[in-house]
T-cell receptor
Framework: DGGITQSPKYLFRKEGQNVTLSCEQNLNHDAMYWYRQDPGQGLRLIYYSQIVNDFQKGDIAEGYSVSREKKESFPLTVTSAQKNPTAFYLC?????????????FGPGTRLTVL | DAKTTQPNSMESNEEEPVHLPCNHSTISGTDYIHWYRQLPSQGPEYVIHGLTSNVNNRMASLAIAEDRKSSTLILHRATLRDAAVYYCILRAGPNFGNEKLTFGTGTRLTIIP
């Protein structure tokens, strides 16, 4: 089955620790995205990548880092510099990074920092 | 980005049609109207999108006002599985570089059995 996988579904970390969230897609999509969702709110874009070895900051990139070494993988690292890391993190992909293409979302990772 | 306005919540009876409104009075001529929905504790999923003409797909219909300042997502026969938060989003096109989806708080749709 084609799709996007995110792991783990739930993640707990101690304050001050870096943590990396996994996102893999087998849809052969060029573009990938990371969003953050807080309770009762819409999604906000953290980072996006239009192609391998390239990525750009979204609206709330501070305290996060990404890499795009392979087309199918776009891991997100939540660093200790992120002041409020507890949130629901969603990864998405689209065929191309354009307004024509729908974005396909993964099931999300719920991160709780204790 | 042009802004959209949606009611916070709506209720509908099962097996009846549902009309979800969206106002976008500052829409520009090249903005596409997209709808996504998010079921509880899941990622959003694409529902439908359009530019000027009404659109139909297997999930829903999109009715766009003639002046494009409002649109309505129509679920023809609501089921319990349609209970979700529905987001109306404008995406500028066809400019390359408009990658993000700007989500508001959406409309929480409750389906009454």
């Amino acid at each position: 089955d084609g799709g996007i996988t995110q792991s783990p579904k739930y993640l707990f970390r101690k304050e001050g620790q870096n943590v990396t969230l996994s996102c893999e897609q087998n849809l052969n999509h060029d573009a990938m995205y990371w969003y953050r969702q807080d309770p009762g709110q819409g999604l906000r874009l953290i980072y996006y990548s239009q192609i391998v070895n390239d990525f750009q900051k979204g609206d709330i990139a501070e305290g996060y880092s990404v890499s795009r070494e392979k087309k199918e993988s776009f891991p997100l690292t939540v660093t200790s510099a992120q002041k409020n890391p507890t949130a629901f993190y969603l990864c998405a992909s689209s065929l191309r990074a354009s307004s024509y293409n729908e974005q396909f979302f993964g099931p999300g990772t719920r991160l709780t920092v204790l | 980005d042009a802004k959209t306005t949606q009611p916070n919540s709506m209720e509908s009876n099962e097996e009846e049609p549902v009309h979800l409104p969206c106002n976008h009075s500052t829409i520009s001529g090249t903005d596409y109207i997209h709808w996504y929905r998010q079921l509880p504790s899941q990622g959003p999923e694409y529902v439908i999108h359009g530019l000027t003409s009404n659109v139909n797909n297997r999930m829903a219909s999109l009715a766009i006002a003639e002046d494009r300042k409002s649109s309505t997502l129509i679920l023809h026969r609501a089921t319990l599985r349609d209970a979700a938060v529905y987001y109306c989003i404008l995406r500028a096109g066809p400019n390359f570089g408009n990658e993000k989806l700007t989500f508001g708080t959406g409309t929480r749709l409750t389906i009454i059995p």
